[in-house]
Structure formats: C-alpha cells, structure tokens
C-alpha cells in the first residue's frame, strides 16, 4: 500500500543527487575562497609598461591560454597586492580594465570570477557544414561590376598596379608625387589647431552636398584669378579629387555604348570611369598643339563626351593651344558635345604665359572641369573641385546628396584656412621654384649622360617629363632593368588604349632631389648603353 511518508526509488536517487552537487559546489567554494595567490608564472614588465597594464597583460593571457579556466576565482586585490609587492590601487585598476573588457565579472560578497564566455570566442564566427560542403552559388554582379572585372587590359592594367611603390622612399623618378619633404607641415598643423579649437556645432553637424561654403567661395576666387576659370561659388561642389568627378560625370551623361574621346596616349583612370559605365573608348591622337581635333572627327565623328588635359596633357605634357582650345570649343558648341576639362597639374608652370582654361573660353556651357588639390599639396588629402556649367549644378549636386551626401567638412575648413590665409599661393610660388630648379637638374644630367639614348622633352608645366627612346630599344625591357638599380621610369605605352605604342619612358622630377636625379641619370644610362 501507498505511503506517501515514503519517496519512490526515482525521487531517493535524484535528491541524493542533488545533495551531492550542493556538496561539490560548496567545496569548489571553500577552495576558491582560500585560493591565495595565482596558479600563474608571470614574466617582468617590460621597461616604460605601466604596472597596470603588464598585470591585465598577463592575466588576460592566462585566461587565454586556460591557465585561469572560466569561472575561476580570483585572489582577492589584497592578497595578489602582498603576492607581487604592488599597490592595491595598481591591482584595482587591472580587474577594472579585465572586467571593461568582459574577461572578469564581479559578484558581490564573493569576488572577482573569470568569465565563463570571453569576448574573443564571441568574436569568432561559427563554422557550419563540413568541408564536404558544396560551395555556395557566387553573388551575381550587376552589369556595371562585369565591366570592371572585364576591363581590357590597356585601360586597367595602371588602375589595378599595385601602390605599393608609392609608400616607400621615393627615387628617381618617381612620377605623381610632389616634393612632400618640401610641405609645411608644421604650418598646416597650426592652421588645424586653430580650426579644431575653435570648431562650432555646426561644423560638427555636417553641411551641403555641394560642400563647404566657405571653401567653395575660396576656390571660385582662386580659379578666377590664377586659372581664368568664369564661375561663382553655386557651380563649385567639393569633392574628393578628379576621380570622383570623372565617376560622378560617368554616371550622369553616359549610357552603355556612348562614344568618349580619350587622348592618345591619356590619363589610364580617366578611361576606366568611362568604360566602367558601359561608353566606348574613343583613342585620338595628340600632337604639338594637344587633341588632334581633325583627327578625332575623321575616326569618331559624333561623341557624347571629350575627355582633355589642355593645361598639361598626361603624359606627354603638351599644352593645347590657344587656336585648338577656341576650335575645340566651337566644335562642341554644334555638335552638343560636352568636354570635361581635366585641369592636370595646372599650378606649376615654368616657362611661356599662361593659357586660360578652357572653362574660361566657354560661352555655350559645354565644358566640365574639374582639379585637385593632391599635387599642389599632398595625396592624403583627398580633396578636389568640379566646376559644373549653370544648368547642371543640380543634378550634380543631386548626385552628390545620394552617393557621398558630403564630403568630410573638418578638413574642408582647415583647407579653407590654410587657402584664405594666403598660405596656399606661398607654396605654390615656392614648389614652382623648387621644381623648376630639379626639372633644370634632369635636363642637364639627361644632355651629358643621356644624348643619343634618350631625348628629354621640353616641357612648360607640370611634375613629369618625356624621354623618347631610340628605335628598336624596348621601354618596357628598359623599366625592368631599371628598376633592378632602384630607378622608377614607366613605359609610355601603358597609357596607350589603341593599337599605337610609343616608344619612350616616363619620369618624374618633382619627388627627389637634385642628387636622387643625378643617380637616377646615371643609373639610367648604364642600363641604355647596355641595350644600346
């Protein structure tokens, strides 16, 4: 008969084990409890480590390593103070930085406890399936994402070359680069301290798609007094560089299977915005006088859009004359053509007057163009200009609000100063100098070592320079060679996308010095006397 004073055999044998877990954890308690000091051996601070932090170091490196298993407790502040002869104020300021970190937990009344899940198990994702997995279908790309992986190989091969080079010292001849070592650094350090005390709110807020105003009045001022560009301040946006407006240009004017005039050889980024949006290159020759118009209008009669260098042409440094600017324009007036006007290098000039932007000749409202700030300062900074023509600064500035929304403002106002200050036109006048000094060096070195093997082009503006190669020398067996004796020259035929490939090299003067130059020559010549 039933007694309920009498548990069953099931509920004897699950009370006595719940009697034996109430025993073992009261024991683990105790234990825990008398524990001491650390079942841990740590190694010296290293010299200069705060005590603090060497202690969290090795702490968290024992939990790491399982030495101080999750749950774990630890020895009381006191005890680890007496243990290692530190402050107790040390001790404290340990744990705290462990339990900021969630390797620790504190519970009151007993102590501090390893935790039972750490931070790092958190950051590592699980794995599912096994390796016998079948992979998974890969992402399908948009149209846009194919021709960017498609890119022939003339257009992209600049764009996908490793940046590497650019990161280390510079040599001769580094092409692209300005003189860093020559920009004021510690001036443009005080001009952001300046702004960044005094930063207001509003700043901090954010600002207009088109940029910041202040900016955008500086550089309406600059480009109509140094470049004889005729805008207002409404047509200026902010942007991060040339690229920008080439992708943002792209996107707007261009549908798949546009033709896009691109000088022969041209600026290889350029091409890549262009045909990334589906356009078809157009290659036209350049000749003494810039863009072949002729030339162009006999191969590719109706293009959507002309891509020109005029100031400067990349790479071959020609400047478009006066005569070829006016018919260019005329030329795009009737053929409802829109020019986009890459104002290359525009700032340094050495010789000859200077020619007015296209943009300044202008009466139709056909002509984009765009600068930037990376050669006149340094490439980190990341800032540039469109000018747009009236009836498109809307559009621009829609597009603008959807892809960016507005670039970074702090170094817009820091800019603004280091320009409304005057700073900005005090260095570009000293640069002008200084590389109108190293371009005389190249020129000089390149006569005595380099006559009959290499012919050096007048140039009148910019940071780069030409050296035809004699015939049946390859450029690119040349870079190879040269770049075994630490000497950057680039073969002119990368920047080419037709079937032309012309002969010559590369080389920049603005980066390195006069003696960087002079090896660099000397190198050179070693390497054409050879294949000479």
């Known amino acids: 008969m039933y007694n309920p004073c009498i548990p069953l055999l099931g509920e004897t044998e ?104 750490l931070p790092d198990d958190l950051l590592q994702a699980p794995r599912t399936g096994s390796a016998g997995t079948k992979r998974r279908r890969p992402i399908a790309l948009s149209a846009y994402a194919k021709r960017l992986r498609s890119s022939p190989r003339e257009v992209a091969r600049d764009t996908l070359r490793s940046r590497t080079a650019r990161n280390s010292a510079p040599r001769a001849f580094r092409a692209g680069q300005p003189a860093l070592d020559a920009f004021p650094a510690d001036l443009w350090a005080q001009v952001a301290t300046r702004r960044l005390r005094r930063v207001s709110t509003n700043l901090l807020a954010g600002g207009e798609a088109l940029g910041y105003r202040p900016l955008r009045d500086a550089v309406a001022e600059y480009l109509n007094t140094s470049r004889g560009v005729s805008c207002s301040a409404e047509q200026v946006l902010i942007i991060s560089g040339v690229q920008e407006a080439l992708d943002r240009t792209a996107h707007l004017l261009l549908n798949p299977g546009d033709p896009v005039w691109m000088e022969e050889p041209g600026y290889p980024r350029a ?160 640069m002008r100098e200084l590389y109108a000094e190293r371009l005389g060096v190249l020129v000089n070195a390149a006569r005595e070592r380099l006559a009959g093997l290499l012919e050096i082009s007048d140039v009148e503006a910019g940071l780069r320079t030409v050296g035809w190669l004699r015939r049946g020398i390859s450029a690119e067996r040349v870079a190879k060679a040269a770049a075994e004796r630490d000497v950057e020259v680039v073969p002119l035929g990368r920047y080419a996308y037709g079937r032309s490939r012309p002969n010559g090299l590369v080389l920049g003067f603005a980066a390195v010095d006069g003696r960087e130059l002079r090896r660099g020559v000397e190198e050179l010549a070693g390497v054409l006397e050879k294949y000479a």
């Open 14 to 117: 699950g009370l006595n084990r719940s009697l034996q877990r109430l025993r073992e954890e009261r024991k683990e308690n105790l234990m825990a409890k008398k524990l001491s000091t650390l079942p841990l051996s740590l190694r010296g601070p290293k010299l200069g480590t705060p005590l603090y932090r060497w202690l969290y170091e090795e702490l968290r490196t024992g939990i790491l390593a399982g030495k101080l298993r999750p749950g774990m407790r630890l020895p009381a502040t006191r005890d680890l103070a007496a243990q290692y002869r530190l402050s107790r104020p040390t001790i404290v300021a340990a744990f705290e930085q462990l339990r900021s970190e969630g390797y620790v937990e504190g519970r009151v009344g007993s102590g501090t406890y390893v935790s039972q899940t």
């Open 271 to 430: 091409a890549s915005s262009f045909f990334a949006v589906g356009a078809k290159i157009c290659p036209v020759p350049v000749d003494a006088e810039g863009l072949d118009l002729a030339a162009g209008e006999r191969r590719w009669p109706r293009p959507r859009l002309v891509y020109v260098t005029p100031a400067h042409q990349f790479p071959l440094g020609v400047t478009m004359s006066l005569r070829r600017r006016l018919s260019l324009l005329e030329w795009a007036r009737k053929s409802h053509t829109i020019i986009f006007e890459d104002d290359y290098d525009s700032e340094y000039r050495y010789s000859g007057r200077p020619v007015p932007a296209l943009q300044g000749l202008d009466r139709a409202g056909v002509v984009i163009y765009a600068g930037s700030f990376t050669d006149a300062l340094f490439p980190a900074l990341r800032l540039g200009y469109l000018v747009a023509p009236p009836d498109m600064v809307d559009i621009f500035g829609a597009a603008a609000s959807v892809s960016t929304h507005h670039p970074p403002l702090i170094d817009q106002a820091i800019l603004c100063d280091f320009i409304v200050e005057g700073h900005f036109a005090r260095h570009v006048r000293r």
